[in-house]
């Protein structure tokens, strides 16, 4: 195993790719050799990404209610949780709440919103509206994940200043199935490709922990190689009350720290976001995984669960050595 993380290490520091047989070897490593596969990770980011980190804040702009039938999801109106449900918050609302993200430490806005789509004028002229007046009023980027939008709604948003759109595939090809019934994974492959044919820089990742396998993991990040994704956010299940996966066992850390490695490893020069669930199921190895090639982070307040202070999370990155920036490499590309 430490000969094929060598390997690995100066294929890709030399410029060159890892094969997917190679991935899915990395996968057995054994506790005790993951911390080598951290450190070639890290190397590896540390290479195509300096110290620079970034640091997204999440707004829950509509919640609940929604026609998908998602298995991990507690804003699926197929289950009874315990997560709000309440319409669309208006334009001065979603700004007060990035400029108070902004002031604490965040680079990012993403304005979140449960469903298939904004589906109404009136909806989506309050995420342009408010797209629009952070792009101008705030130094943040910001970005959206509204469901399935139209080329139409894109490019608007597009022009209204949105940086990113976020459209998590959630799970491998093979996988997707046994989490979702109501729509097939080739609608969020296209959805991906669209942002992207849009201008938009597209933003997709998936959830760890729903009881897929270590080839699913790998299988998932190939696809967003393939997708050309330029941000990752990798999200562990925190199981919800009422949902078909609210009685899931969790995933172990170090599986986590590996997962991230091999990610990295897969992905070298895409940003790698630990996201949702992670103080739940990392806990006090949460800065581990941000030495296992990482180089952004979902601040607090995810959605229907809450997260630690931002203030303790931008805390952990300086400790780290991170400085928190604008999209990593980008940051002159909106002035
Ligand atoms: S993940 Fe998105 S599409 Fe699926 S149920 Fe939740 S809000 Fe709906």
Redesign the pocket.
């Known amino acids: 195993m430490l000969d094929l993380i060598l390997k690995v290490r100066e294929t890709i520091l030399s410029g060159g790719e890892i094969a997917y047989e190679e991935a899915l070897t990395l996968t057995e490593a054994s506790p005790e050799e993951i911390p080598y596969l951290a450190a070639v990770a890290n190397e590896v980011r540390r290479k195509f990404a300096g110290s620079r980190v970034e640091s997204c804040a999440l707004s829950n702009i509509k919640s609940g209610g929604?026609?998908?039938?998602?298995k991990?999801?507690a804003?699926?109106a197929h289950y009874k949780t315990d997560s709000p449900v309440y319409p669309q918050i208006g334009v001065e609302e979603i700004v007060a709440q990035a400029k108070a993200a902004e002031a604490m430490g965040a680079t990012e806005f993403c304005l979140v919103s449960?469903?298939?789509g904004v589906t109404s004028d009136k909806e989506f002229q309050t995420v342009l509206e408010a797209v629009r007046r952070i792009s101008t009023e705030t130094g943040l980027f910001a970005d959206c994940s509204l469901?399935f939008m139209t080329d139409g709604q894109m490019k608007a948003l597009k022009d209204a200043g949105l940086y990113r759109n976020n459209h998590n595939l959630?799970a491998s090809r093979d996988y997707f199935g046994k989490v979702?019934t109501t729509?097939p994974y080739q609608n969020r492959v296209n959805h991906v490709r669209m942002a992207a044919d849009a201008g938009v820089h597209p933003c997709s990742g998936g959830i760890l922990g729903m009881g897929e396998s270590p080839k699913d993991r790998v299988d998932l990040a190939f696809e967003l190689k393939r997708l050309h994704v330029d941000c990752v956010p990798v999200n562990v299940l925190n199981p919800r009350r009422g949902t078909p996966l609210g009685e899931v066992g969790p995933i172990p850390p170090m599986e986590i720290i590996k997962t991230v490695a091999i990610y990295r490893l897969i992905l070298p020069k895409s940003t790698l976001k630990i996201a949702g669930g992670r103080e739940v199921n990392l806990r006090d190895l949460q800065a581990m995984a941000m030495q296992a090639g990482a180089n952004g982070l979902i601040l607090g307040n995810y959605l229907t669960t809450m997260g630690r202070s931002p203030e303790q999370d931008i805390q952990m990155l300086k400790d780290l050595g991170f400085e928190v920036t604008s999209p990593v490499g980008i940051s002159s590309e909106r002035a």
């Open positions: 929604c026609s998908e039938d998602c991990f999801c804003q699926s449960s469903g298939w469901g959630e979702c729509h």
